[in-house]
């Protein structure tokens, strides 16, 4: 029995990626699983090996030609999955797969394209060990009054500049710049609460201007704006640092500050870095990624 067993048992690659940060278990931690072309993985197995891993995410890397490996090739297809739901994009699960790409298969590229939902996604390397990757930039319309409820919900008696809603369906509401990070972080949500008061909406950021006091990294650098990111429409009571709400985050504060290049921290109990540059209709963010558990999945 252990025989036979052991003849249908196939191990893959599987990895755990701190993502958008320097330091390991900080950061945004993703899951990602290496399937090889021959092997077809059905949505239904991806969700489970998803829910196994009960982590915000769990990306799914396959070569796409037969020829290819996860060393010589340069284009795969990426699906990304939470404990509950396929998500149409995720930042930092293609950052942290891209990292193990570059940092543990070793492959050859100077970029890599990903096949995914939301198009073809593009990772790089660049300076200082960060990885760019390249997203969608969705912009937003104001919608004060509609989603009042929700907003209350979740900043209580903090001051409020404006709350907009973007193409991809996230709330983003706007604190004033009076309001101080640590009453950012202090923010408490109650996941009943937002479901029923905004069931129609897929996550909301909560996001403020940087002051020069409160808002500089470790090396003195200062933050052009701080967010927190919140999305039980998808299980997620907080996500540590999140990449497509910067799909959102960053022209919205492009505007604002009139400037295509910036800086930012989600101001998650893990907490993260990312650097962004606005460029024709795309958002590109860079970070950097410490990869902290390697091991093999039996599917």
Request: hydrophobic residues 40%; negative net charge.
């Amino acid at each position: 029995m252990d025989s036979f067993q052991s003849e249908k048992a196939k191990f893959f690659p599987i990895y755990i990626v701190d993502a958008f940060t320097k330091h390991s278990f900080s950061g945004n931690p993703a899951a990602v699983c290496l399937l090889p072309f021959d092997h077809e993985a059905d949505s239904d197995l991806k969700q489970k090996i998803a829910s196994e891993m009960n982590l915000s995410e769990t990306a799914f890397l396959k070569t796409i030609k037969e020829s290819d490996t996860f060393q010589s090739g340069k284009r795969f297809s990426l699906d990304w999955f939470t404990p509950l739901c396929q998500v149409p994009l995720c930042g930092h699960a293609t950052l942290a797969s891209a990292a193990v790409l570059f940092m543990e298969c070793n492959n050859e590229s100077q970029v890599l394209e990903f096949e995914t939902v939301s198009g073809i996604l593009k990772a790089q390397k660049m300076p200082s060990n960060r990885i760019q990757i390249d997203l969608p930039a969705y912009e937003s319309h104001p919608v004060q009054d509609k989603y009042k409820k929700v907003v209350e919900a979740v900043v209580k008696n903090l001051s409020v500049q404006e709350v907009v809603l973007s193409l991809s369906k996230k709330l983003l509401i706007r604190l004033n710049d009076n309001v101080t990070r640590k009453e950012l972080e202090s923010i408490k949500t109650n996941d009943a609460e937002l479901l029923t008061a905004a069931p129609d909406i897929a996550g909301l950021a909560v996001t403020l201007k940087a002051s020069s006091e409160e808002c500089i990294d470790e090396e003195g650098n200062k933050y052009d704006f701080v967010s927190r990111y919140f999305s039980p429409w998808f299980g997620i009571s907080e996500d540590p640092v999140t990449g497509s709400a910067h799909s959102v985050l960053a022209p919205y504060w492009a505007k604002i500050l009139q400037k295509n290049n910036l800086y930012a921290r989600q101001c998650s109990r893990r907490g993260g870095e990312l650097h962004i540059e606005l460029q024709k209709g795309r958002v590109l963010l860079s970070g950097n990624a410490s990869i902290v558990i390697k091991g093999e999945i039996n599917i």
